[in-house]
């Protein structure tokens, strides 16, 4: 088992820049692969961002690429995604989570609300 807690949300205004956080326990966090998910309102959830087990590799969503940016510190358990110019298309609820294999994540958060006003 995998326990992923998401923080760093909030309300900022357009342009401005947000960090949030997923911190995991339980089994080895560098064995896993993790990702950036987020569902706004009446929307279904969709891909933001992955982060290869070691780090090397990144994958953006096209509509965040070159404002947001994906890192994370193993020896620390944790993963960060760093939102630069945010815009009121961003608000969601954004969550993290954690894949051991390419078919799919398996553990998931709780999520972190995101609110950019105009």
């Known amino acids: 088992q995998v326990q992923l807690v998401e923080s760093g949300g909030g309300l900022v205004q357009d342009g401005d820049s947000l960090r949030l956080s997923c911190t995991a326990s339980?089994?080895?966090?560098?064995?896993?692969?993790m990702g950036w998910f987020r569902q706004a309102p009446g929307q279904e959830r969709e891909f933001v961002a992955r982060i290869s087990k070691t780090g090397s590799h990144t994958y953006y969503e096209t509509s965040v690429k070159g404002r947001f940016t994906v890192s994370r510190d193993n020896a620390k358990n944790t993963m960060y995604l760093q939102m630069n110019g945010l815009k009121p298309a961003d608000t969601a609820i954004y969550y993290c989570a954690a894949s051991s294999s390419p078919s799919g994540y398996e553990y998931w958060g709780q999520g972190t609300q995101v609110t950019v006003s105009s």
């Open positions: 339980g089994r080895a966090f560098s064995n896993y692969a």
